[in-house]
């Protein structure tokens, strides 16, 4: 069922973005740029997995992908 199938690819993206986050070191995030992404990133899973919890799928699925591409993003500008 395509509803399955979107929840299953929302829970993908919102474990992708958390991995990705949970690897970043808080103290470079020292631009005000990459900290206010980092606290989007943070906001877009929340309310990804409320959405999910209220069986609104397809906003979950939206909110997870915007989390993970930022996550993607933020993790490619900081310094390792």
Do not use: N, W
Request: proline share 4%; glycine share 2%; aromatic share 4%.
């Amino acid at each position: 069922e395509d509803e399955e199938r979107l929840r299953r690819e929302a829970l993908t993206r919102i474990d992708g973005a958390e991995r990705l986050i949970k690897d970043m070191d808080p103290r470079k995030l020292a631009e005000p740029a990459h900290e206010h992404s980092f606290l989007t990133i943070q906001s877009f899973l929340s309310k990804a997995r409320e959405a999910l919890s209220e069986h609104d799928v397809q906003r979950a699925y939206t909110l997870a992908d915007k989390a993970l591409l930022l996550a993607d993003e933020l993790s490619r500008t900081l310094p390792r």
